[in-house]
């Protein structure tokens, strides 16, 4: 079992900045990979930033240059990952989730998720 708390959500005023972050606990040994993601309008979930082990990176369109994944620190039976944002603008607004799971660097498979912690940004 692999259990994920995400904290560090709130309201901000647009152009201001949060950090978000992450701690997965239990069997979290083979798990090499750790993302954010967020509530789409369309009540799916959207990956924004993904970091592997090993250091590789992605971040999709809407945040790169404004948002940046931490490296997982790995410490026994946990993993912490952070998400430093900035330059918050209104449609940033919504649920952000942590995930895990494993992936390559370029391709990743998520198998767990936080309950999620809303970030509101206010114009």
């Known amino acids: 079992q692999v259990h994920l708390v995400e904290s560090g959500g709130g309201l901000v005023q647009a152009g201001g900045s949060l950090r978000l972050s992450c701690i997965a606990s239990?069997?979290?040994?083979?798990?090499?990979?750790m993302g954010w993601f967020r509530r789409t309008p369309a009540n799916s979930r959207e990956q924004i930033a993904a970091?592997?082990?090993?250091?590789?990176?992605?971040?999709?369109d809407p945040v790169k240059g404004r948002f940046t994944i931490s490296s997982i620190s790995r410490d026994n039976d946990k993993l912490t990952v952070h998400l430093q944002m900035n330059n918050l603008k209104p449609d940033d607004t919504t649920v952000y989730y942590c995930?895990?799971?494993?992936?390559?660097?370029?391709?990743?498979?998520?198998?767990?998720w936080g309950q999620g912690t809303q970030v509101t940004v206010s114009s």
């Open positions: 995930g895990a799971g494993r992936g390559d660097g370029r391709s990743w498979s998520w198998g767990y």
């Open positions: 239990g069997t979290v040994a083979s798990l090499n990979a």
């Open positions: 970091i592997h082990s090993g250091g590789s990176t992605r971040y999709e």
